[in-house]
């Protein structure tokens, strides 16, 4: 059996990790967050919709990907609406499960 890893690590001098929270009391849409960083993992959290909805992406993952907790706990992968890598930061797409007008999101990122 060949086994193939891979991993990257960010100097020791280098920390970026953000974290916030976001709430659009507007018409839900796709938002950017800015964290100063391009993250290589990136976590969102609605813990008011009907129970926790997560959606997480990794560094690896295609953009608009990521994997999604239900409140029920059923995982799937996303493949669109899912969370984009920026420059200097990411966007989340408007997944309706987790991006529920005038509901309060929590997001950490880490580069």
Same mark, same amino acid.
């Given at each position: 059996? #060949?086994?193939?890893?891979? @991993?990257?690590?960010?100097?020791?001098?280098? &920390? &970026?990790?953000?974290?916030?929270?976001?709430?659009?009391?507007?018409?839900?849409?796709? %938002? +950017?967050?800015?964290?100063? %960083?391009?993250?290589?993992?990136?976590?969102?959290?609605?813990? &008011?919709?009907?129970?926790?909805?997560?959606? =997480?992406?990794? =560094?690896?993952?295609?953009?608009?990907?990521?994997?999604?907790?239900? #409140?029920?706990?059923?995982?799937? =992968?996303?493949?669109?609406?899912?969370?984009?890598?920026?420059?200097?930061? %990411?966007?989340?797409?408007? +997944?309706?499960?987790? &991006?529920?007008?005038?509901? @309060?999101?929590?997001? @950490?990122?880490?580069?």
């Amino acid at each position: 059996m #060949a086994v193939t890893s891979t @991993q990257s690590k960010a100097p020791a001098s280098v &920390n &970026n990790v953000a974290h916030g929270r976001y709430i659009d009391t507007g018409t839900a849409a796709a %938002f +950017d967050i800015t964290c100063g %960083f391009k993250p290589r993992y990136v976590k969102v959290v609605n813990h &008011n919709a009907s129970g926790l909805v997560t959606i =997480e992406w990794m =560094e690896g993952m295609a953009d608009a990907a990521g994997i999604k907790t239900a #409140a029920n706990g059923t995982r799937t =992968e996303l493949t669109t609406l899912g969370i984009t890598p920026l420059s200097y930061g %990411f966007t989340v797409g408007l +997944d309706t499960d987790l &991006n529920v007008t005038s509901e @309060q999101l929590s997001w @950490q990122a880490v580069g």
